[in-house]
Structure formats: C-alpha cells, structure tokens
C-alpha cells in the first residue's frame, strides 16, 4: 500500500556549489557521480586520472619493473586541455572541435623536466608501443566458441557484444603493445586507460595524468593517509570552510598543509599516488576545494580517497555511495539494477571491457552494460551462478569494468568511437579477460541530439525512505488528534505506554551467572570536568587542559587512543563547538575514531565555572586487530551526513571481549564471534547531499520540526543497518530549550508535545514492515512477491525487493527474531525511550536522536526485556520504573542495561534525603535477582565493594538533588526529562550496565585492568 503523504523533495542544489576535481578511472560509476555532482549545483574543474604503464619519452615508471628507482623517485604530472574552451563553468563540455595537450602550469617539483605531456593527434587516442607479440586479424575467442556451439544458448541479439577480438595466443606478429597486462590494482582502474586522453577534448574539462606507483601495501578496508603526525592535518573546520567559500580565520586558504605523500612516505601504497596527482592540480585551479570519486559499495575505496581527500582539505564528495539501499521510483520495483537504469536514462554509454567472474566471461565484453538488453544479459548470467544480488550486478565485486563512450551532453560534447578491429581480446589465468583498446577516435555530436539530450535529467533519491514517509505521516496523523482532543490524546499516550510495559519474560528470572566487579570490568566510564583550575575562562586552554589529561590516562593504562569507543562532550556554548573540536580531535591519529554525543547544557552544565565536560566509554582489555569495527563515512552523498572531524558515525565491540575470566586472544579470532555491542553517534537531521538542515514548504516549524524528527532517526536506522543492529537497548532524544527556558506551563505543554511526538516517530519506526506500512503482520507480504516468485520468477530473482531496502548484510532493524517473544510483535515492549530538553544543539537542529547502545550479530532470542517494575517491588521508593535489557552470548557471557526511571514529584525527587546513592542500591536490589537464588547475588569480589555502574545519569532540574557533585558517572543537567511513552515528566534516568559470566564457561587466568571508575 503506497503511503498516504506526498515524500519530501529532493535536496537542493548546494547554493554557490563546489569546485570539485573528478577523479576518473574511465568506468561508468566515476562519470555518473560526476553527473551528480552538476545536478547538487557543484562545478568540475578538472578529471584527474592515475594509470600504468610508461609515458612515452619520460622512461620507466618508478615502482614498476625490475628496474624500478623506487617509490622516491619522480613521477610526471601530465594534462590533457581541449583549446580556449576548456573547464566549462557547469562543468560541462567546450564546443571545441579541436584538441591539444599541453603542461599545466605546474610547480617544478612536480613536472619532470623530460617531455611530460601525452601526444595526441585531434580526436585520436595515442597507441602505446607494444613489446608482446600478437596476432591481428584472427577470429574472436568468442567467434570459435558460438562455431564450436559453445558459450550461452540463449544468446540476445539485440545486445552488442564482442566480436572481432583480435585474440592473443603468445606471439606470431611483429606488432608488439605492452599494454598485454593489467595492473589489477586494488585501487584503480586500469583497463582501458589509453582512452582516457580523449575525455579532455571530449568534455570540455581539463585532464591530469600521473603513473601508478607502488601496490596495495595496506590491505585493510579502513585507511589513514601518510601517517603523518596529527599537526599535519586538515582540521574539520578548514575542510568546511572550503566548502562555504569561506576563508579560515587561522590561515590562507590557498596554502596547502605540509603533509607526506607518495613521494615521500616509505611504505609504498598505491594510494599515496594520489597526492602529487592533486596537489598538481590544486596549484593550477586554487579555487579546488572538493573532490568526487565513484565509490558505491567499496568502503577500500571510499576510505582511501577520503584520508587523502581530508589531509589535503578536499570535501570528499561520493554521491553514489549506498545507492542500491536508497529509496527508487515506485515503477522500478527497486532493484540493485536501478543504478544502471539511471545511467542509462541520462544516455551514459558503458561499455564492458574486462570480465572477471565466473558468471560472466568474454562473450559479454563491449556489452553496453547500462542498456536494457545487457543489463537483462548479465542478470541472467549471474543468477545461474548464485550472483545477482548485493551488488554483483554493478560490478560491485570486481565482476566487470567498464569504460564511458558516451553522456549527456551537459558533460559529453562528443562521443568516442573504438572500432571492432582495435578491440583486442587479453586473456587472463582464472577466468579473467579484457580488451585492449586501440585507435579509439572522437565524434562530433550534431545539434538536435544535443538538444535532446540536454533535457534528460539526473534522478535524485528521494530524502526519505518508505518506512519514514510512514513514520512522517504519522506524526503529522498524531499532531492533529493532539489539537482537536486533549483527552484522545491522553488514551494515546497511554495505550502507547502499555504497549512499551508488555510482558516479554516468564518467570522465573534466569539465573545469569557471577556478576563482574566494576574495578575488572573491561568497559570503563572516564570522566574529565572543565573548571576554573583547568583553564578559566578560556574554553581553548580548558579544552586542551582535558585532552592532556585523558592523553595522561591513556599512557598510565597503556592503552591507545582506539581504546576510545565513545565520547560524551558536553558544553556550555555551542558557539565554542568548532573551537573544541580542533583540539579534541588532536587525540585520534588512526582510522575511526570514536562515536560521539555533543549537546550544550548552558547555565545548567556543572561546575558553574567549567565551560566543557569530557565522558568516554573507554575499554581497558586490550582489543585485538579486527575485533574493534568502526563506520566513518566522510563524504557527502545521499546516504547519511558525512562525519568530517573526530568522531566516526559507529563503532563496535564483541560481547566476548568484556569476558575477565578468560583474556581475548590476540588477533580477534577468540572474540570476534557472537553479539556485537554498537555505539553510535548522536544523530541530528542534515540532509546528507548538502549537509544543511531540511527546508519544508508546510506550516514553519511545525512542519520543519517533523521533518527533522523523522531524518534525523532515519540518519540512526542507516547507520545501524549498516552496522548490522538488530535491536537498540534503550534511547534518548534531545530537544533544544522551549522559549526562555524558565519552565513556564507553556513550555512544558510544547515539551509534552515534542516527548509525543517522539514517541510516535519511535514506535512508527519499530512496527513498520515493508510491504504493509503499518498494517498487521498477516497482509504484509499479500501484494509483494511470495517465496515462489522470489525463487523463479527471473522479476525478483536478480533484484532486491522494496523489502530489501530495509536490509543491511541480511539483517533486519529490528529483528523481532532476536528478542524473546520476539514472533509476537504486539506483545514485546519495544525499547525504552525517553527526551532530554536541553540548551542547544549542534547546527541549530531541532532534535538529535541517540540510541545508548545496538545490538549486532546476536542470534535468536539472545535478547530479552523484562518488564518495568516499580522500586517498591525491590525495597525502592515509590515513583521509580526499573526496566532490564539482557543480551547473551551463548558461551557463558551476559550483558545487562538496566534502567531506573524517577518520576517527577516522587517522594523520592521531592525529599533531599533520597540520594543518587539511593537510587543506586534500588537499581542494585533488581540487579540483584538476576544472579538467581532469590536474590542472592553471586560476585566476584567483595560485595561492600560493588555497586552498580553508572553509564550515565539525566537529571531534570526540577530535582532537589542535581547529581553534579557526584563525580563518579556522567551526568547530563537537563531543562526537562520526559518518559516518550508515557508523555510524563521525568525527575531522573540512571542507565547503568552490569556483566555477568557463568562458572565453568571460561578459564582462570585473565583478570582486568586496574583501572577506577569515573
């Protein structure tokens, strides 16, 4: 059923736009996010290649060959420039019919002084001398196969592909070509690259060239580029001033930072032959600030071009990143093939031109792969060999490469041509062939198919997906019950808190094993307060006081600073945010630095002289390579707002690894096993293609405060879709200070309002299934493809479904599989959530959701809730609700979030003899059932020295007790605290977590580190 509301727009386009160089390897997925690039407003300056191979009359290439000099020696920059008309404003083609080459304006380091410019006669690509013996002129390999009755029977005719191959059988020929070989770089491209001089003169745009130097020398997905020291980075800010136009009040724009690169760094990796490549072209065109690449599925990718991207102070753009999980047109039946649907409405001609799967092999080559007939072709292929989906039928998995001809004519003014005869078959060991392409020329495009092709527009993936559309019109759908019955309003509210409150666990409470000593527990909570004896009034010296402080931790633990899971920053004003960033994030050097949560506390934040306080989630047990996984997407795209700066959008840890009875084995494979604990960072409603807040054309900010609400939650079920969540433990959401913030009955009716809202958009997200939007379980499925079409019918056997969308790595968010008396859905409480009102937020949204924690690769029924009770039921004070969320490993490992609720008004918020210590012993006495015998907890250490540990504490400033003098947990002052589910006012929400360990499941042996508590 389609859902009821109009989807919001698209994103604008970036108003003023970027200047952005185009990484191209000749493939269509770098020209097509070049398209997307134009169509967000942003205008290419210059194509920047990297290829093998020697340029001729410069000698070998360093790095490459037995004679190789090395990766310090030097490389030449070459570029390709098509007359007076080149580098359009819109980035698109110069009407120019002629073509030259010429060296760019290049700084002398840069240039070698032998001939560094590629020869090319107009409009004809340069042909490389051979040294490998071929024979011209012979039948295709394809051609012997169809006469012997061989390759595929049901061969489509109306599908262009190879014929004509000159095919290589070791040498009978004079001619020789040394381009016989591919690079098969892990980064780049390479097939095909004698045809990239053509693109010049072919789009208008000027084209940079440098040799490949070096190999994949780090194989890792994740990447930090010259490991250079932290003083020789781009900060965040300087990056996002780049992007405004703006210029960094520190330094010229124009000069670049002094960091290593290929030509310098020692270890070799291919990637670092990037940096020389663009350093060159940041000299010739200054006004470069951004850069795109077209990195869909490939974090290897994404990663490298973005290390480089950020040390040299590029906005790393990769509009196509995600692009199979993001919403399609209703028509389309969205498909992982929609990508090439969109390619090809816009008239991109890509061409095949390696192969190297065992679906695929040369018959398909010079297959127009964005055509209708060949997307068709290579569905049908792959599916026999079990490879049709998770973006195999893009070329995802290095299936195939291909090479652009042709485009619209907002960026190809005119075509390039390889005839049949200059298309020569290479074949490779293992599967694998290409062609090797010679003599390709340039065609002038006539006026009428200019014209028409001007008018096919680039599709832009709509802002929000089904699931929150329906969640979007939900809101609005609650909005109106709250205005036209208060007393409705408050049924919602309630059936809304019995759904919240169901019972999912029989008794009796299972008996989890030996609870953990706070002191041995491998997660710790490190607190670090800014006040008058830290830096006074000056936030930098404050800020920096702290950092050397959490540094001083570090070293006494030795541990790293990837130790660092997530970060908590509070501060006092906002406006000091870019100012604290800068120097906290001199703390990361490595790859995905830790998640993180930034809120402004105002008047409110403790001591009243500190302007920042610092809370991290720290993990003291020595974590192995592999077993910390973290997400840090820092490019643009449509996907969820980029994280430039110091903090990653999610990083996660096994479960197994907070055993103490047994140490992890080093490596990861003792650990990387089972559940996965997720922390991800707190996410506020940017539209991710611009990194602007949404603008709505409704109601002000009725409308713009929905709107935020509902992306903003969408950015949170991406990220842990991506992460392979499954289920959250609990979560929050912060609101911006109402008004003044003096509490007044209007303010707290606005903030009722925002806690109801929130509570809607929460559980709209939870129910929602794919197929129904919101109807019941039993008719989901009833207009969607059943289990038979899914397995024959050849619609849905190569496409993903709209259900297919809602899935990362095969995962569900949630996943009612994992929870106990998950099957009935109506019945599991879903996770507790409650809102924060607070001073301010980052970028001025009006909300910023975070989830405490997610679960990952738990398997089923790994997770249960056990009901809220109220604290008398465990000798507590009247007005408290304590509420579990249990995870097991299934090797003798327990995970329990436990958290305590206090109602506004309770004799407990109300009477100054009720401390947070208190309320620790209530969360304690609950704790306590779950180690069995009544109670009767089982530890391993003294019980006078164990206490529940406090991952964090909310406190509305309406209670008598504000916990700020209690140093030993993170505490966040809050104008208000509200209870989503129940739309009332919270004095306090403690959330505390606790490990148990089952004897006889681990070994004697590992004990913790030694580290306290905050």
């Given at each position: 059923?389609?859902?009821?509301?109009?989807?919001?727009?698209?994103?604008?386009?970036?108003?003023?736009?970027?200047?952005?160089?185009?990484?191209?390897?000749?493939?269509?997925?770098?020209?097509?996010?070049?398209?997307?690039?134009?169509?967000?407003?942003?205008?290419?300056?210059?194509?920047?290649?990297?290829?093998?191979?020697?340029?001729?009359?410069?000698?070998?290439?360093?790095?490459?060959?037995?004679?190789?000099?090395?990766?310090?020696?030097?490389?030449?920059?070459?570029?390709?420039?098509?007359?007076?008309?080149?580098?359009?404003?819109?980035?698109?083609?110069?009407?120019?019919?002629?073509?030259?080459?010429?060296?760019?304006?290049?700084?002398?380091?840069?240039?070698?002084?032998?001939?560094?410019?590629?020869?090319?006669?107009?409009?004809?690509?340069?042909?490389?001398?051979?040294?490998?013996?071929?024979?011209?002129?012979?039948?295709?390999?394809?051609?012997?196969?169809?006469?012997?009755?061989?390759?595929?029977?049901?061969?489509?005719?109306?599908?262009?592909?190879?014929?004509?191959?000159?095919?290589?059988?070791?040498?009978?020929?004079?001619?020789?070509?040394?381009?016989?070989?591919?690079?098969?770089?892990?980064?780049?491209?390479?097939?095909?690259?004698?045809?990239?001089?053509?693109?010049?003169?072919?789009?208008?745009?000027?084209?940079?060239?440098?040799?490949?130097?070096?190999?994949?020398?780090?194989?890792?997905?994740?990447?930090?580029?010259?490991?250079?020291?932290?003083?020789?980075?781009?900060?965040?800010?300087?990056?996002?001033?780049?992007?405004?136009?703006?210029?960094?009040?520190?330094?010229?724009?124009?000069?670049?930072?002094?960091?290593?690169?290929?030509?310098?760094?020692?270890?070799?990796?291919?990637?670092?032959?990037?940096?020389?490549?663009?350093?060159?072209?940041?000299?010739?065109?200054?006004?470069?600030?951004?850069?795109?690449?077209?990195?869909?599925?490939?974090?290897?990718?994404?990663?490298?071009?973005?290390?480089?991207?950020?040390?040299?102070?590029?906005?790393?753009?990769?509009?196509?990143?995600?692009?199979?999980?993001?919403?399609?047109?209703?028509?389309?039946?969205?498909?992982?093939?929609?990508?090439?649907?969109?390619?090809?409405?816009?008239?991109?001609?890509?061409?095949?031109?390696?192969?190297?799967?065992?679906?695929?092999?040369?018959?398909?080559?010079?297959?127009?792969?964005?055509?209708?007939?060949?997307?068709?072709?290579?569905?049908?292929?792959?599916?026999?060999?079990?490879?049709?989906?998770?973006?195999?039928?893009?070329?995802?998995?290095?299936?195939?490469?291909?090479?652009?001809?042709?485009?619209?004519?907002?960026?190809?003014?005119?075509?390039?041509?390889?005839?049949?005869?200059?298309?020569?078959?290479?074949?490779?060991?293992?599967?694998?062939?290409?062609?090797?392409?010679?003599?390709?020329?340039?065609?002038?495009?006539?006026?009428?198919?200019?014209?028409?092709?001007?008018?096919?527009?680039?599709?832009?993936?709509?802002?929000?997906?089904?699931?929150?559309?329906?969640?979007?019109?939900?809101?609005?759908?609650?909005?109106?019950?709250?205005?036209?019955?208060?007393?409705?309003?408050?049924?919602?509210?309630?059936?809304?808190?019995?759904?919240?409150?169901?019972?999912?666990?029989?008794?009796?409470?299972?008996?989890?094993?030996?609870?953990?000593?706070?002191?041995?527990?491998?997660?710790?909570?490190?607190?670090?307060?800014?006040?008058?004896?830290?830096?006074?009034?000056?936030?930098?010296?404050?800020?920096?006081?702290?950092?050397?402080?959490?540094?001083?931790?570090?070293?006494?633990?030795?541990?790293?600073?990837?130790?660092?899971?997530?970060?908590?920053?509070?501060?006092?004003?906002?406006?000091?945010?870019?100012t604290i960033n800068t120097i906290y994030g001199a703390l990361f050097d490595a790859p995905n630095p830790p998640a993180r949560v930034t809120i402004s506390c105002g008047r409110l934040l403790s001591p009243a002289d500190g302007n920042i306080a610092v809370y991290l989630t720290v993990h003291t047990g020595g974590l192995g390579p592999g077993q910390r996984q973290g997400l840090h997407v820092q490019s643009r795209s449509y996907w969820a707002p980029a994280n430039i700066g110091p903090y990653s959008q999610a990083v996660a840890v096994p479960l197994r690894s907070l055993l103490t009875s047994k140490p992890p084995v080093v490596g990861g494979a003792a650990t990387a096993d089972g559940p996965q604990l997720v922390s991800i960072a707190g996410q506020i409603p940017l539209v991710p293609a611009t990194m602007a807040l949404p603008t709505t054309n409704g109601d002000g900010d009725g409308d713009a405060l929905k709107l935020q609400l509902t992306l903003s939650l969408q950015h949170l079920w991406r990220i842990g879709l991506e992460m392979g969540v499954q289920w959250w433990t609990s979560g929050v959401a912060y609101f911006p200070a109402c008004g003044g913030g003096d509490g007044s009955d209007g303010e707290k009716t606005v903030m009722a309002g925002r806690a109801r809202m929130a509570a809607r958009a929460w559980e709209a997200s939870h129910r929602w299934s794919a197929g129904s939007e919101g109807e019941d379980d039993d008719d989901e499925d009833e207009d969607g493809p059943d289990l038979w079409d899914r397995t024959f019918d050849r619609r849905y056997m190569s496409y993903a479904g709209a259900a297919g969308r809602e899935k990362e790595g095969g995962q569900e968010l949630p996943d009612w599989e994992v929870v106990v008396g998950g099957k009935e859905r109506g019945a599991v409480r879903l996770p507790r959530l409650f809102v924060a009102e607070v001073a301010e937020l980052p970028r001025a949204a009006m909300v910023?959701?975070?989830?405490?924690?997610?679960?990952?690769?738990?398997?089923?029924?790994?997770?249960?809730?056990?009901?809220?009770?109220?604290?008398?039921?465990?000798?507590?004070?009247?007005?408290?609700?304590?509420?579990?969320?249990?995870?097991?490993?299934?090797?003798?490992?327990?995970?329990?979030?436990?958290?305590?609720?206090?109602?506004?008004?309770?004799?407990?918020?109300?009477?100054?003899?009720?401390?947070?210590?208190?309320?620790?012993?209530?969360?304690?006495?609950?704790?306590?059932?779950?180690?069995?015998?009544?109670?009767?907890?089982?530890?391993?250490?003294?019980?006078?020295?164990?206490?529940?540990?406090?991952?964090?504490?909310?406190?509305?400033?309406?209670?008598?007790?504000?916990?700020?003098?209690?140093?030993?947990?993170?505490?966040?002052?809050?104008?208000?605290?509200?209870?989503?589910?129940?739309?009332?006012?919270?004095?306090?929400?403690?959330?505390?977590?606790?490990?148990?360990?089952?004897?006889?499941?681990?070994?004697?042996?590992?004990?913790?580190?030694?580290?306290?508590?905050?």
């Amino acid at each position: 059923m389609a859902a009821s509301r109009t989807p919001p727009p698209p994103p604008r386009p970036t108003e003023g736009g970027l200047s952005v160089i185009a990484l191209v390897s000749g493939g269509k997925d770098s020209f097509f996010s070049i398209l997307h690039c134009q169509a967000n407003g942003h205008r290419v300056v210059a194509l920047a290649n990297l290829h093998p191979g020697t340029l001729p009359g410069s000698g070998p290439v360093p790095g490459l060959g037995s004679d190789a000099a090395g990766v310090g020696a030097t490389v030449p920059v070459t570029v390709t420039v098509t007359g007076a008309g080149a580098g359009p404003d819109a980035g698109g083609a110069s009407s120019s019919s002629s073509s030259s080459t010429a060296a760019a304006a290049l700084p002398a380091a840069t240039v070698d002084r032998a001939p560094a410019v590629i020869p090319a006669t107009a409009g004809t690509a340069p042909e490389l001398t051979s040294d490998i013996a071929t024979r011209d002129g012979g039948e295709s390999l394809l051609g012997q196969r169809q006469a012997a009755g061989e390759g595929h029977g049901d061969h489509d005719p109306s599908v262009e592909s190879a014929g004509g191959h000159d095919y290589d059988d070791g040498g009978q020929d004079e001619q020789q070509d040394e381009d016989e070989h591919d690079l098969n770089s892990f980064m780049y491209q390479t097939v095909g690259h004698q045809v990239i001089p053509l693109y010049a003169d072919a789009t208008g745009i000027p084209l940079y060239r440098r040799a490949i130097v070096g190999g994949a020398g780090h194989h890792g997905k994740d990447y930090y580029s010259h490991r250079a020291p932290s003083s020789s980075k781009v900060s965040a800010d300087v990056i996002e001033n780049r992007a405004s136009g703006a210029a960094s009040p520190s330094s010229d724009t124009k000069a670049e930072p002094e960091v290593r690169g290929a030509d310098d760094d020692d270890d070799g990796d291919e990637t670092e032959s990037m940096v020389p490549l663009l350093r060159a072209i940041m000299a010739a065109h200054p006004e470069a600030n951004a850069i795109c690449a077209g990195a869909i599925l490939s974090t290897y990718q994404r990663t490298r071009v973005e290390s480089v991207a950020t040390h040299l102070g590029l906005v790393p753009l990769a509009y196509l990143w995600k692009f199979p999980t993001l919403p399609t047109p209703e028509s389309s039946g969205a498909s992982d093939a929609q990508l090439l649907d969109d390619m090809a409405a816009v008239g991109l001609e890509a061409r095949i031109v390696k192969v190297a799967s065992g679906g695929l092999d040369d018959s398909f080559l010079w297959t127009n792969v964005v055509s209708a007939g060949g997307r068709d072709k290579i569905a049908r292929s792959m599916r026999r060999f079990g490879m049709a989906e998770g973006g195999a039928i893009i070329g995802e998995g290095g299936e195939f490469e291909t090479i652009v001809l042709d485009g619209p004519a907002r960026l190809f003014r005119k075509r390039i041509v390889v005839a049949e005869a200059d298309r020569r078959l290479v074949m490779e060991g293992g599967g694998t062939a290409w062609l090797n392409l010679r003599h390709a020329k340039l065609e002038a495009k006539d006026e009428k198919t200019l014209a028409d092709e001007n008018n096919n527009e680039v599709r832009i993936p709509d802002l929000l997906d089904p699931r929150f559309i329906s969640v979007l019109d939900t809101l609005s759908t609650v909005e109106r019950i709250i205005e036209t019955d208060v007393a409705l309003s408050r049924d919602l509210a309630r059936s809304s808190l019995e759904s919240h409150l169901s019972e999912t666990l029989p008794e009796p409470v299972p008996d989890l094993g030996t609870l953990q000593c706070p002191a041995d527990a491998k997660l710790q909570q490190w607190c670090f307060v800014g006040n008058a004896s830290t830096g006074g009034a000056s936030v930098e010296v404050e800020t920096a006081s702290l950092v050397e402080q959490i540094h001083h931790r570090l070293q006494q633990a030795t541990l790293a600073p990837s130790a660092i899971i997530n970060a908590t920053i509070l501060l006092r004003r906002m406006a000091d945010f870019p100012t604290i960033n800068t120097i906290y994030g001199a703390l990361f050097d490595a790859p995905n630095p830790p998640a993180r949560v930034t809120i402004s506390c105002g008047r409110l934040l403790s001591p009243a002289d500190g302007n920042i306080a610092v809370y991290l989630t720290v993990h003291t047990g020595g974590l192995g390579p592999g077993q910390r996984q973290g997400l840090h997407v820092q490019s643009r795209s449509y996907w969820a707002p980029a994280n430039i700066g110091p903090y990653s959008q999610a990083v996660a840890v096994p479960l197994r690894s907070l055993l103490t009875s047994k140490p992890p084995v080093v490596g990861g494979a003792a650990t990387a096993d089972g559940p996965q604990l997720v922390s991800i960072a707190g996410q506020i409603p940017l539209v991710p293609a611009t990194m602007a807040l949404p603008t709505t054309n409704g109601d002000g900010d009725g409308d713009a405060l929905k709107l935020q609400l509902t992306l903003s939650l969408q950015h949170l079920w991406r990220i842990g879709l991506e992460m392979g969540v499954q289920w959250w433990t609990s979560g929050v959401a912060y609101f911006p200070a109402c008004g003044g913030g003096d509490g007044s009955d209007g303010e707290k009716t606005v903030m009722a309002g925002r806690a109801r809202m929130a509570a809607r958009a929460w559980e709209a997200s939870h129910r929602w299934s794919a197929g129904s939007e919101g109807e019941d379980d039993d008719d989901e499925d009833e207009d969607g493809p059943d289990l038979w079409d899914r397995t024959f019918d050849r619609r849905y056997m190569s496409y993903a479904g709209a259900a297919g969308r809602e899935k990362e790595g095969g995962q569900e968010l949630p996943d009612w599989e994992v929870v106990v008396g998950g099957k009935e859905r109506g019945a599991v409480r879903l996770p507790r959530l409650f809102v924060a009102e607070v001073a301010e937020l980052p970028r001025a949204a009006m909300v910023e959701w975070h989830a405490h924690l997610g679960i990952a690769k738990a398997p089923g029924t790994s997770v249960a809730l056990l009901n809220p009770i109220v604290g008398e039921d465990v000798g507590g004070e009247e007005g408290l609700s304590i509420s579990h969320t249990i995870v097991r490993s299934g090797t003798g490992l327990s995970l329990v979030q436990t958290v305590v609720a206090e109602k506004l008004g309770s004799p407990s918020s109300a009477s100054s003899m009720v401390s947070f210590s208190d309320l620790d012993r209530a969360a304690e006495r609950a704790i306590a059932k779950l180690g069995g015998g009544g109670g009767d907890l089982s530890l391993a250490c003294d019980a006078a020295d164990w206490m529940p540990v406090a991952l964090v504490r909310y406190v509305d400033v309406g209670r008598s007790e504000s916990g700020s003098e209690n140093t030993a947990a993170p505490v966040v002052p809050c104008a208000s605290l509200w209870d989503a589910a129940s739309g009332e006012r919270l004095a306090s929400v403690v959330v505390y977590q606790s490990v148990f360990e089952e004897e006889g499941r681990g070994e004697d042996g590992g004990g913790g580190e030694d580290d306290e508590d905050c």
